[in-house]
């Protein structure tokens, strides 16, 4: 569990760029056998979307937003171990999932927190990063074969590309299933993800769960 | 008052096809003259706040991208919403309320000369809209920016710029 005064102290830890000290409170968690997605959601995602939120109103830089998701990124390296540790542990469901940032989106850290949940419950998943232009995508979904596909779209200005992107896809795999996610959702949108058929839009790493267990 | 914004949002009719193709052919060269002709304004610093011509131009480039995805899949919430975003943002980093007036009426002159008359018509009140609510937008994230300095907290010395 991350309580309240932990999580403080390390948005001021993170914020101060002290990612030696970031990376102990992780280490410290992982010892003490937190779920990874509680460390994901708890930790990671809400101190990330509210160091969104003090760029938004001024009280942090560019440049510090950009060290966050850069410590953040690197964060993540240390729950492998656990997370792969997790999966062979468990039994492998011989799936596998492709997960990519539509083309121009160059926000990847929550497509990268996907494919790891995706992991830890027994897929082989593949991130592709950020900005995957589409005709490469498809390349690599025909060489992969995946089960599933994931999109990720975090600027709404971005939405014509995840809608190129999810044309692409279902014109090519008829019967491909796709997820689409990301903050570009957070006002609406949805019902654009209503235009192609076998596409479910997940709100949450919450609902991610759910829907990778159902 | 947001719920009056979104009333009057949810009013508007969505561009057809061909208007919205058209934007989407023609948006690049009027941001790029619209930028040209903000940035030669001599009252840009007092507009914008200083240092933040980049932030401008980068907005310039967004703002037709953020229209095109609006006009294609119309959600009256995510046009409030993000332009409340967008003056909670732009204003904490300097820029004046004025600025989207100035910057608004340079897009609907270059509009109106660059678009055919059927697609202007159908385009022109989504801007026409930002410019008439630009009062609410206003008074509404006036709210929103004296409860985020009145939080502050105190190791966030040394804050941002432009984004």
Redesign the interface.
């Known amino acids: 569990m991350i309580t309240g005064a932990l999580y403080q102290q390390y948005l001021?830890l993170l914020?101060?760029g002290n990612r030696r000290a970031c990376a102990q409170i992780v280490q410290q968690l992982l010892e003490e056998d937190i779920e990874i997605q509680t460390l994901y959601a708890d930790l990671f995602q809400k101190s990330l979307y509210e160091v969104g939120r003090?760029?938004?109103?001024?009280?942090?830089?560019?440049a510090?937003?950009h060290l966050v998701t850069a410590i953040t990124e690197g964060l993540l390296n240390l729950v492998y171990p656990r997370l792969f540790e997790k999966t062979s542990s468990d039994s492998q469901n011989e799936k596998k999932v492709v997960i990519s940032c539509a083309a121009n989106e160059f926000h990847q850290v929550g497509g990268k927190m996907v494919a790891d949940i995706f992991e830890l419950n027994g897929w082989d998943s593949q991130f592709l990063g950020a900005n995957t232009p589409v005709d490469h995508m498809l390349a690599h979904i025909q060489d992969e074969k995946p089960d599933l596909v994931g999109l990720s779209v975090s600027?709404?200005?971005?939405?014509?590309a995840l809608?190129s992107g999810l044309a692409a896809i279902r014109g090519n795999f008829l019967h491909l299933d796709i997820m689409v996610g990301g903050q570009a959702f957070?006002?609406?949108?949805t019902?654009?993800i209503k235009q192609y058929a076998g596409t479910a839009y997940v709100p949450s790493l919450d609902r991610l769960t759910s829907l990778i267990a159902a | 008052m947001k719920d009056a914004l979104l009333t009057n949002a949810q009013k508007l009719e969505p561009p057809a096809e061909t208007a919205i193709r058209e934007f989407e052919n023609k948006w690049e060269q009027i941001a790029a003259e619209g930028t040209r002709l903000l940035m030669a304004r001599p009252d840009l610093e007092k507009l914008v706040g200083t240092g933040n011509e980049q932030m401008a131009e980068d907005n310039n480039r967004n703002f037709p991208r953020f229209m095109l995805s609006l006009f294609s899949d119309y959600q009256p919430a995510v046009f409030v919403e993000t332009v409340l975003w967008v003056f909670r943002a732009y204003r904490s980093h300097g820029f004046q309320t004025t600025y989207w007036a100035a910057n608004l009426n340079i897009w609907v002159d270059l509009l109106q000369k660059k678009l055919s008359a059927d697609a202007w018509q159908q385009i022109y009140p989504f801007y026409n809209w930002l410019i008439v609510n630009i009062p609410k937008f206003t008074a509404i994230t006036d709210a929103d920016l004296a409860d985020s300095s009145s939080n502050r907290p105190d190791h966030l010395h040394g804050a941002g710029t432009q984004k």
Do not use: A
């Open positions: 001021t914020l101060d003090l760029w938004e109103f001024n009280q942090i830089s560019v510090k937003e600027v709404y200005f971005n939405m014509p809608k957070n006002w609406g949108g019902e654009i």
